[in-house]
């Protein structure tokens, strides 16, 4: 089925690890994004490629970084992780006249 | 700059009744608002959206109408069903170039008990 596929589903890490969230669409959108939920929080942004080729950041990104490899994949890394990265990340993708399509998530909790 | 504002949840409804979640707005020049749904363990999904005030976006019995004039986007449904039981996001995204951006409130938990 067309859509957003996140990998992994779930992860655990150990304080200062590292590792990437792959997430890769079919849609042929232009835009993704990568976004985390937090209780309470709702949802944060965290970087956003508005197309092939650029980044920028949102709202939350320190202690991140992401690469748009091509059309189709938009990837987010963690360093050196931290206790405060524990959460719910969410990967999306849209076209500028239409809403988001979400991936199904990936729980990762940093210990 | 853009902020969006929920009710506070959670809400528990008895089935087969009446819903409203609110949701007000702040936001600069002519923003479309959506709601989305999240259920259990999965992500997002689109329930409905408006791009101009006084537009009418509906879906799967749930309605919303975007009012410029009090900034509100709250959702209703006449009828609501357990399957109904999920957490309910609003949110908005500004219009014009290079506006990519959702802006979500903090979402509200709807269960709905037989």
């Known amino acids: 089925n067309a859509g957003v596929t996140q990998t992994p589903k779930f992860q655990v890490l150990k304080t200062g690890q590292s590792m990437t969230l792959q997430c890769a669409q079919d849609?042929?959108?232009?835009?993704m994004y990568w976004y985390r939920q937090d209780p309470g929080m709702g949802l944060r942004l965290i970087y956003y490629?508005?197309?092939?080729?650029?980044?920028d950041k949102g709202e939350v990104p320190n202690g991140y970084n992401v690469s748009r490899l091509n059309k189709r994949e938009f990837s987010l890394r963690l360093e050196s992780a931290a206790p405060s990265q524990t959460s719910v990340y969410f990967c999306?993708?849209?076209?500028?006249?239409?809403?988001?399509?979400f991936g199904s998530g990936t729980r990762l909790t940093v210990v | 700059g853009n902020s969006v504002t929920q009710m506070e949840g959670p809400v528990t409804l008895s089935e087969e009744a009446f819903l409203t979640i609110n949701c007000t707005y702040t936001?600069?020049?002519?923003?479309?608002l959506f709601w989305y749904v999240q259920y259990p363990g999965e992500g997002l999904q689109l329930l409905l959206k408006?791009?101009?005030?006084?537009d009418k976006g509906s879906n799967k019995g749930f309605e919303a109408t975007y009012r410029k004039e009090t900034t509100s986007f709250h959702l209703e449904k006449g009828s609501v069903q357990v399957s109904d039981s999920a957490v309910y996001f609003c949110?908005?995204?500004?219009?014009?170039?290079?506006?990519?951006?959702?802006?979500f409130g903090k979402g509200t938990k709807l269960s709905v008990i037989p």
């Open positions: 490629s508005a197309s092939e080729g650029t980044t």
């Open positions: 949110a908005l995204r500004n219009s014009g170039a290079g506006s990519y951006q959702l802006t």
């Open positions: 849609m042929n959108h232009n835009s």
């Open positions: 999306a993708s849209s076209e500028v006249d239409y809403g988001y399509t």
């Open positions: 936001a600069t020049g002519y923003p479309s």
């Open positions: 408006a791009t101009k005030a006084d």
